[in-house]
């Protein structure tokens, strides 16, 4: 254990000592790696608040829930009831025929006489159910819909916000687009590292030379290099999270003096944990992995 | 210790830099390997330390056959063989003390251990009052001197030298050479590969002459 722990004290001193001899190219493949992620953390920040926005639309549109004409008092209460036991219904209101009709005439003030001239109200009385915040909209909607099914006395359930269930088929998409291109994107970002590792490589290909020559196996040689892509993981993943926030920041500061829709995509909520994690972990996978590359030449 | 069976070398371009060499070298023993440049005393050098494999014939070391030695034990033989170069082959990053220490480091020692040994080799060689001098502020005797208490810290059975006065003057090659009688005192087995005929007669010691890839002299006590 204590050999180990020899090891790799002085994996990580080699490796600081090869910060300070070559400050340059280790500053290119951190700074490579650093842009990257920083590029992938504003995009899982935008994507992360267009959707957090579009659950907040769709958590503050009512559902109607129109009624049959003539239904019984108990049976419109029974109703009631069983709309406001189902989960994420935060408040069931009924809007009766008259209500109906005075909303109506506040909305189309224009069609007054028309209006005048009925003999009857044409317009049903319904339930608006307000959604509790944060609550799946779309899901929602279809558990009232399965609960009123072949209920007696419902004529129509309408929720207006079916056109965010595309944007977010297409936030969907732009999300399974995105995984793919950065896989793609951290892939070429490993190999370009490694390039740039590799200069470091060779310009102690000599020393390397000499390691070698009285006995050191080729992983013990690796090994600071290894440590170096590590600590190059680390700092750029954290100089990109802290990018990504200072960007939000900047973005919450503009926003509050010059509104615009764009900014509040980037200033909403923070990256959560487990982006925020994913980014950290993907900056030490690719530093290690271009590490790698750039020293699997390495034998004895 | 060493037994070489039949040795050939030759290069894809189609020189050849040894021809069927059999040679024999006891333990203990202090053996010079001389000849003109180009006879092939570096490429036998390189061949004991396994840089190269023979294309022909058989080189064992304790028994242990060089030419089929798989490339994961190569770390363990070069561990158990100092080696000392014309050119020194110091780490320039390193000061002294640490070129010194990195042979003891690669094998495991702690970490105080290694900078005990490491003094005591430097001190050996007359150097224990630069310890923390970078190579590059070294003059070439004091840097060869670091070589050989990098080459002897590990108390290796075997010490190969390639030209290790091949820089340096003439009173610093004798006191290289008094260095390697010292070592070679203690038990270790020499070899030295140098083409300075005055200083192989001084030191009086069995020689080994190779001409054009050729052993014309297998060397005999003198």
Redo the contacts between chains.
Sequence with gaps: MSRILGKLRYFVGDAADEWRHSPGVNFLATATLASALFVAGLLALVLSNVHGRIAQVRSEAPVDVFLEDGISEEVRADLGRRLAAVPGVEDVRLVGKEEALRRFRDSFAGLADLVAELQTNPLPASFEVELARGADGAGVVSDIRRELARQAGVEEIRYDRAWLDRVEALLSLARVGGLWLALLVFVAVAFVMASVLRLAVYARRDEIEIMLLVGATPAFVRGPFLVAGVVQGLVASVLSVGLVEGVRRVALGWGNVHPAALLGLVAGSPLDGAVTLLLIGTGLLVGVVGAYLAVRGVRA | MIRVEGLTKSYPEGSTALRDIDLEVDRGEFVFVTGPSGAGKTTLLRLL?R?EVPTQGRIFMDGQDLATLP??R????????G?VFQDF?????KHALGNVA??L????V??AEQRRRAYLALKGVGLHHRLGVLPAALSAGEQQRVAIA?AVV?EPALLLADEPTGNLDPDLAVEIMRLFREINARGTTVLVATHDRDLVRRMQRRTVVLEHGRLVDPGGTP
């Design positions: 330390l840089q490339p994961r190569v770390p363990a033989l070069r561990r158990s063989i080696v082959k110091l780490i320039r990053r990195y042979v480091n690669i094998q495991g702690s970490r990098r590990g």
